[in-house]
């Protein structure tokens, strides 16, 4: 099977200026002589992936490792410096007038999505992205209604302003927007932060039931390394804009020290069960999510004939 996106060695580099200037004046005039001194900056270095159809991705690493520079290469919002990004096989580069058809097909909703409603109603926000895919009326009203059910808002919801809305309800009409152009590859940078717990799950469901009904890509973007665990099939741990690891959860997670060592922590449960088997207690020490150690524990005093 061929990747739907391939990353093949990306670097972005700016170039910064080292010297420190009295006033905005002096500073200005050193640019416009050429007499600043630049030195490179890479936000993302030599990086090469490939993302699978209908696989689910999780990209953790600390602010300022590389995430967000690398899902904005995702879907063209950025051009690499070196190297190209290749989706169904094709430089999305190739012909830059045709860069707008990609992010129709990998969308990407932005940390705090809510920020960017700005219709009269929830139904007009939610089909802003398929109307200017040029869709008729018939084909963005299914759009619409469609990711407004993946999402759990009502026909009253669509009714509504989007201003009218809780702050969750807000989180997830913008995410909808998103859903209503059937991307290829659905992105989702940060998407529960600033919500409580409740709030959390309820918008992981949602992703997890949108991947599972139309097999589309994911790549969810989180601190949560418990989030990334119950959701992603896979992990991408950026570190000082490098790829550092690439795998299944169990693979990524089983690296305790070196993810410590970036300043990550696999989820504390993974750390009690850790230590359980190393005290010998007969317990796996893959567990990575509070319903997963709840399961263990009943295994292990089933097999001991406690329950």
């Not at 949560?224 to 299944?248: Q, R, Y």
């Amino acid at each position: 099977m061929e990747p739907i996106i391939k990353v093949d060695n990306v670097s972005m580099c700016f170039n910064l200026s080292t010297e420190k200037h009295e006033s905005l004046k002096e500073y200005l005039l050193a640019m416009v002589q050429g007499r600043l001194q630049y030195d490179e900056f890479y936000a993302l270095k030599d990086v090469s992936l490939d993302i699978m159809p209908g696989d689910f991705y999780g990209l953790v690493g600390l602010n300022g490792s590389g995430k967000s520079t690398l899902i904005q290469h995702l879907n063209g919002l950025l051009k690499p410096t070196t190297g190209r990004i290749l989706l169904g096989g094709k430089d999305i580069w190739a012909d830059p007038k045709k860069i707008r058809d990609v992010r129709f097909r990998v969308g990407l909703v932005f940390q705090y999505p809510e920020y960017q409603l700005f219709e009269e109603t929830v139904y007009k926000d939610i089909s802003f992205g398929p109307k200017n895919m040029g869709l008729d009326s018939a084909e963005i009203d299914r759009r619409v209604r469609r990711a407004a059910e993946f999402v759990g808002l009502s026909e009253e919801h669509l009714k509504k302003s989007p201003f009218d809305l809780s702050g969750g309800e807000k989180r997830r009409a913008a995410i909808a927007g998103v859903m209503a152009m059937e991307p290829e590859v659905l992105i989702l940078d940060e998407p529960t932060a600033g919500l409580d717990p409740r709030g959390r799950e309820v918008i992981l469901s949602l992703v997890r039931t949108y991947r599972d009904q139309t097999g589309s890509t994911v790549i969810l973007v989180s601190h949560s390394m418990e989030d990334v665990a119950k959701t992603a099939d896979k992990v991408l741990v950026l570190n000082h804009s490098h790829v550092a690891m690439f795998g299944t959860v169990p693979e990524v997670y089983s690296r305790t020290d070196e993810l410590e060592e970036m300043g990550l922590t696999v989820p504390q449960i993974t750390k009690i069960f850790r230590s359980l088997h190393d005290r010998g207690f007969e317990v796996s020490p893959s567990v990575f999510t509070v319903s997963q150690g709840a399961d263990e524990l009943m295994r292990y005093f089933e097999g001991r004939g406690m329950v």
